[in-house]
């Protein structure tokens, strides 16, 4: 995204058979971007998922290891953190990776994956300043490497350290008033670099740096480590490094993953910002020409301390556009313009509305100044595979010396204003601890930043608390377990009552959640449990998703509280408690409203164990599988309940050919589904249909496209009794080309998405009992519905709005709206002709692997077409 330019073009839907993940040993083609002077978040933002290719996908190691990280997913826990019990130098001797002659980085002049580890062997041997750990693996098995430059530290004094952060943040008002985290307390920096695989300098930026600072004798270098901590997460991305790709291993942009953290790399730099509480962050991007750096447009994130962050977000990005002009490059000479601030140069359509970005993330753990910095050359992509190696590599060393600009002059900023910056963070925290109003931002709120406006004012009045219920009956207990368990990854407190309890003019009944609001980190507890707020009067476009509610889309029932005290009596939950259960006697009842329900059905039925479908649309297992379903309701915390219902039907295992994003790919092995990755080149070349059940597709099969053979086949597999289950146009065209049922498929606003409010059919087997939201992306309804043709789910009431959260306007010509959209059909299915059965979503319900509580109903869907 050029500096100027303020709608972000949005890119084809591809899906995951074209995604380029021979990441660990085979050279993969540098993957085509949205075009020149892309931005980090440029083809991310309208795009439903990340690139993909089934060719390689089905042969890469990354790509065979990735059922295996999909499942583990479900299972996964907090972790267990970094060390805290150790001095510094901490010093670490990496296990070196065989050399690997087909890393992108190598043609760029850049440091390969590969010889990192060597070199920070090497720096941890110049002195006494440079320590290592590793913070976890990638994706695709790679160490993720954590250095901290610091002075030394015995174990007693680093021990001291930790009890003054933890002082700041569960007892900021002492902390505020104790002199000695003024005077020792070591302000944490935290570097976060090549988040985006192919956005390789600020590593090599990084490393450079550490030379630097181990190695240097002067006065101000002596200083600057004696009152900072610099932590530096040298790649944050290696799978994507060593192959060029945006994503990770799994396809997924690691960069939109920070409210669900379904992949290892976002939850190992969750972990480092609750363990290390960064005051001040950098996350190093590219390419932008000039070099961008935030604090971004409107609209901004309702949950934030604005005025604190502002405050310090501004002035750093002044220091650091002053020391990137200051490197002496030029259009002219060099082809660099002059550095850009969003909030100052733009007007909209670089946002920090939603916390899916790292940036947008760290606030809620503590930090008061956070960026993204975009260096100005681009050299992947197109660029990579057609400009001359010294373009490139020129280009990459004006980008490694921009990067390293940058950081040095926050690293400056935090040096003279070490004192504030950690007041501001300890002020954020008292915040939250005593329930204090959030100051909205002005100029004389927030002094020296020009041009505050009433279009940055966002502010939110915060619950008193929230209750997550459990044996309600109306959902499933693992669906809030689950959501518990993730509040506690983030670092949010939550407390579970010991007994039956009045809150909110309601009754709970003992083990219910509650989460106090009045804690030093409500922002992030909000930005998780709150419904989320409707911005499509606010701005014209939104650079990525608006909507996002984990209280609305995970499965789980939550209460917000706006008033009474939450008095209950109750314990610190650390993790959620079991909610697994048998019945001792008799058959036994399966509910198939969350993933891992879904989980424990496909793995019964890969066991070989007879399961039939109620009519109500749960899964009855035969009371002689006891034994499995105790096992499966242990390690999934699923309840299977006696039943005396019979069956109506087989449930019979699911093969899936998905032509699917990666995002929906990684979901549906996390539902234990059989998935073979198709697209429309797959298909041509040859496919064995009789190896798959059902197809899914939401991207990259286009039957137009299809040579005669490959079309062939297809028809021939639809008329034979497999179904199709289709998401979005890709979906309903198939449907329409291969002329299954009637029903016409209507888009919406191609820039819509949110959190959306359903009704569904209690009759259907999709969507019976589903939850009443959903989320869209580019929505779809159905018209035109032939006969047959079932209404299994609609938006909302005709007449109404829909969109509960996010973003979602008419179009220039008026239509494509959500009142376009209001009571109209969001799911339909039928039966063809030829007896395909057929379920087209006009919904999200696997999007970027999020909205866990719509994920049974492409299950459901996979079932019935599968039979």
Known sequence: MGPTTNRIPRPLLVGVAALASAVLLAPAPAVAGPGPGAGARDDGPRAREGVSAAEELKDAPAARGSAGSAARALDAGTGAGLRHDLGYPRRTVLPVPAPNPADKSIKLGLTPYHAIAPALNSLQKLGDRVSVEIAGKSAGGHDLYLVTVTAPESAGQAREQERMREKIENSPASAAKDRRIKETYKTPVFINNNIHGNEWEGTD?????????????????????????????ITANPDGRIAGTRANANGFDINRDFITATQPEARAI?????????????????????????????????????????????ANALGMEAAVNGLGYTPAKDGVEPAVIPFRDQKEGWDDWPPIFTPQYMPFQGAVATHTIEIPLQVNNEEYDTQPVAELRRRSAVNTAVAGAAIRASLDYTAKNRTSVIADQIETFRRGSVGAAQIPVSEETVPGVPGIGPEDVYTTKFPRAYVVPVGSGQRSDVAAARLVDHLVANDVRVERASRAFRLGGKHYPAGSYVVDMRQPKRGLANVILADGRDISADVSAMYDISGWSLGLLWGADVDKVTEGRPDVPGRPVHAASPTGYVAPWGDLRLRLDDPKEVAALNSLLADGVKVTRAADGTAVVPGSARWKAARLADRLGVAFHATRVKGVEPIRPTRVAAAVTPGELF?????????????????????????????????????????????????????????????????????????????????????????????????????????????????????????????????????????????????????????????????????????????????????????????????????????
Do not use: C
């Open 667 to 867: 979901s549906l092995r996390e539902m234990g589904f059989a998935v073979t990755p198709v697209s429309t080149d797959v298909l041509n070349k040859g496919f064995d249909w009789k190896s798959v059940d059902t197809l899914y597709v939401s991207a990259d099969l286009a039957y137009g496209e299809l040579n005669a053979a490959a079309k062939a086949a297809l028809n021939g597999f639809l008329g034979s009794g497999h179904g199709l289950v289709g998401l979005g146009g890709d979906g309903a065209r198939l449907n329409a080309d291969t002329g299954l049922i009637a029903a016409r498929g209507v888009q919406g606003n191609a820039d819509a998405n949110g959190v959306v409010r359903v009704d569904s059919s209690g009759s259907s087997p999709v969507t019976a009992g589903a939850p009443a939201h959903t989320f869209v992306f580019t929505p779809m309804w159905f018209t035109d519905l032939g006969r047959g043709v079932r209404t299994d789910q609609s938006y909302g009431r005709a007449g109404g709005n829909p969109l509960v959260s996010g973003h979602w306007r008419a179009g220039e010509d008026g239509t494509g709206g959500p009142k376009d959209a209001a009571g109209r059909a969001s799911v339909v299915s039928g039966t063809s002709a030829k007896g395909a059965d057929v379920v087209l979503f006009g919904t999200e319900p696997l999007f970027r692997a999020h909205p866990k509580g719509a994920f049974a109903q492409i299950a459901r869907a996979l079932y019935v077409t599968g039979g």
């Open 205 to 233: 930026a990084s490393l450079k740096l550490i030379a630097q600072l181990a190695k240097a004798n002067d006065a101000r270098t002596a200083g600057l480590l004696a009152q900072n901590r610099i932590y530096l997460n």
């Open 270 to 314: 969750r972990r480092i910002a609750i363990d290390k509480q960064p005051a001040v962050m950098l996350d190093m991007h590219g390419y932008v020409n000039g070099t961008l750096i935030e604090p971004t447009t409107p609209p901004h994130g309702e949950n934030y301390e604005y005025d604190l962050f502002l405050k310090n977000s501004y």
